[in-house]
């Protein structure tokens, strides 16, 4: 059965044309060098900070419903940046690297202003998660697994990447899997959030629903996902 809300959104956005499936939907209310580096676990060089990120919202345009933002159109959440974040990612769309496996995924993010739901060109997307190691690369060369792009005129960008994995911190936590986003756009306040995975076992529901990504698979197993993040405006 239709769910009358989820069409409404749909039409607000005018995302029939960009051929959404439930796949993002779910976000509508609401997208880290030394190398090696785990989030709560040691590594090489100089130690980063404590992973104090991971595990905390922040309270700043969760529940952000600002008069400026109408009520379709809610502001995607900010959730911890954790301590990986690197200024200065290349600007790359497929985030692969030869000879590390793992499962195919392509994300689209759609970008959006909680002004007025206008899709918003030119909104500069980072994005980092762990390698297939379970850690971060921060040696500062390659920069595995980050990337920061620009959506087009259609407001969107298409990224490819291995699924991240769930792992295990230094302190004993698991981590489910989960993608960084930091997303900025003239005239708007910039939202760095936390993704992860709808129907993820290790998932222990510390980022609110509007977070998880659902995800579809093609023939050839690779994983589909669309989120959308809507800026508050500034
Ligand atoms: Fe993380």
Redo the contacts with the bound molecule.
Sequence with gaps: MTDPKKSRRELMLGLGSFGLSAVGMAALSGC?GARGWR?GLGGRGAPPPM?S??SGLLDTGWSDTGVEEVSDCEVTGNFAE?P?YLDGAPSRVDLRTAGELGTNLRMTLIVRSGRDCRLLADAQVDL???MQTGL?DLTGSDMHYRCNVQTGFDGRVEITTLRPISYYTETGKL?PS?F?IKVSAEGHKTVTT?LRFANDPDDDGEVPPELLLETTSTSDGTQETTFVVTLAAS
Excluded: A, I, T
Aim: aromatic share 20%; hydrophobic share 20%; charged share 25%.
């Design positions: 880290d989030e992973d990120g991971d954790g990986y980092w998660h762990v971060y981590m989960h960084h936390q």
